[in-house]
């Protein structure tokens, strides 16, 4: 086991309302990385904190949002939940940037929007 | 944008036995890594093996090896004498070394039976 956690694991909401959903990063690991992967696809990329900064993006609205706190670990804050964002979402923690740094993952969280 | 096609969604194999899973990606970056993951039911995605794009040389990690063909753009996973906890999904992933953030393919159901 990754020394990454999340929770929840489970969380079922109502369409608009609005979710957060941690992630704590392996001890001494600075980076944070955000997936959504919905049924039988790969996992996509939401976006990435480094040092409690956002650093990257993907392709998902506004309405996803995040934070970093000094101890590295992390939110992933979603508003105005719609069907769609049923998925499971990942969290990955590294130490510093680039491939050379191993990414750990979390269990994850599934959510589910009806 | 990079692109990651995992072209079968499903195989099977027998214990001991040697499957390959296949991959090709696009990009027009030329230094990058690769990697192939492996989440099991438990939905943890775990790192199998990494390959940088700049090394000629294959990797092997114990029973898993890579064919890493540049310029077809091609990054197969060979696994030699299966084994029954190597059931799982198998994600390959491109990492643009500008951004340290994964592309994932959809991923192949490896199903190994006794």
């Not at chain 1, 979603?78 to 049923?86: G, K, Q, T, Y």
């Not at chain 2, 004498?81 to 992933?93: I, K, P």
Request: aromatic letters at 12%; hydrophobic letters at 30%.
């Amino acid at each position: 086991e990754t020394g990454v956690t999340q929770s929840p694991t489970h969380l079922i909401k109502t369409r608009g309302q609005q979710v957060t959903l941690r992630c704590s990063s392996q001890s001494g690991h600075n980076t944070v990385s955000w997936y959504q992967q919905a049924l039988g696809q790969g996992p996509q990329f939401i976006f990435q904190y480094y040092r409690e900064e956002e650093n990257g993006r993907g392709n998902f609205p506004p309405r996803f949002s995040g934070l970093q706190f000094p101890n590295y670990s992390s939110e992933l804050n979603v508003n105005a939940l719609e069907l769609d964002d049923s998925a499971l979402y990942l969290c990955a923690s590294s130490l510093g940037q680039g491939a050379s740094t191993e990414a750990f993952f979390g269990q994850g969280t599934r959510l589910t929007v009806v | 944008a990079q692109t990651v096609t995992q072209s079968q969604p499903e195989m099977s194999v027998q214990e001991a036995e040697t499957v390959t899973l296949s991959c090709t990606y696009d990009t027009s970056e030329n230094n990058y890594y690769l990697f192939w993951y492996k989440q099991p039911p438990s939905r943890q995605m775990i790192l199998v093996i990494r390959q940088e794009a700049y090394k000629q040389q294959n990797a092997t990690e114990n029973r898993f090896s890579v064919n890493f063909q540049k310029a077809a753009k091609s990054f197969s996973l060979k696994i030699s004498d299966s084994q029954l906890g190597d059931t799982a999904m198998y994600f390959c992933a491109f990492m643009d070394l500008r951004y340290s953030t994964l592309t994932f393919g959809k991923g192949t159901m490896l199903l190994v039976s006794p």
